[in-house]
T-cell receptor, first 108, second 118 residues
């Protein structure tokens, strides 16, 4: 069993839909990251969380430390949101452990 | 924030050759990391590049195969040696530093180098 599990693995939705991607982890962490990877391969850091909730534009990330679970939400989704979304956790000393990623496709 | 550039952005190489990937950061950072992402897989940490000393390698990765240099606080190189098709991956440089006034580390990733070995 992976230390970081994401669901779903693939998600296709229509433009405008509300999107939720989930991440569960089984280890103690100091922080959790949500990352976005576009087809070219480059990765952008969206959020770093250690508790509660963060919002940036149409993106919202939440974390429940007790349940070892985090969610990434996208409101009013758009085709340009199509990417792979990756959950990663810090296990100290800045080392990251990554989930398998969720491939999101938003159709116009 | 930190701006990270990698060179080359992509390359196609022959089996048995070596490729050196460069990572340049626009500010001095303490921690620099090299990751590999094989096709359809998640990212895996290869090593932590230490300034002025030998890199720290993760299990399954060795210096002879992936020599790393870090001559200063803004630059590092990763060499993929004696390549085989199994080395075809995206290689990513990442840096981490503490944000001023916040007691948290922020991690930034480079644009990646897409390597194909024939």
């Amino acid at each position: 069993k992976n230390e970081v599990e994401q669901s779903p693995q693939n998600l296709t939705a229509q433009e405008g839909e509300f999107i939720t991607i989930n991440c569960s982890y089984s280890v103690g962490i100091s922080a959790l990251h949500w990352l976005q990877q576009h087809p070219g391969g480059g990765i952008v850091s969206l959020f770093m969380l250690s508790s509660g909730k963060k919002k940036h534009g149409r993106l919202i990330a939440t974390i429940n430390i007790q349940e070892k679970h985090s969610s990434l939400h996208i409101t009013a989704s758009h085709p340009r949101d199509s990417a792979v979304y990756i959950c990663a956790v810090n296990q100290g000393a800045q080392k990251l452990v990554f989930g398998q990623g969720t491939r999101l496709t938003i159709n116009p | 924030s930190a701006v990270i550039s990698q060179k080359p952005s992509r390359d196609i190489c022959q089996r048995g050759t070596s490729l050196t990937i460069q990572c340049q950061v626009d500010s001095q950072v303490t921690m620099m990391f090299w990751y590999r992402q094989q096709p359809g897989q998640s990212l895996t940490l290869i090593a932590t590049a230490n300034q002025g000393s030998e890199a720290t390698y993760e299990s399954g990765f060795v210096i002879d195969k992936f020599p790393i240099s870090r001559p200063n606080l803004t630059f590092s190189t990763l060499t993929v040696s004696n390549m085989s098709p199994e080395d075809s991956s995206i290689y990513l440089c990442s840096v981490s530093f503490k944000r001023l006034f916040l007691n948290t580390d922020t991690q930034y990733f480079g644009p990646g180098t897409r390597l194909t070995v024939l």
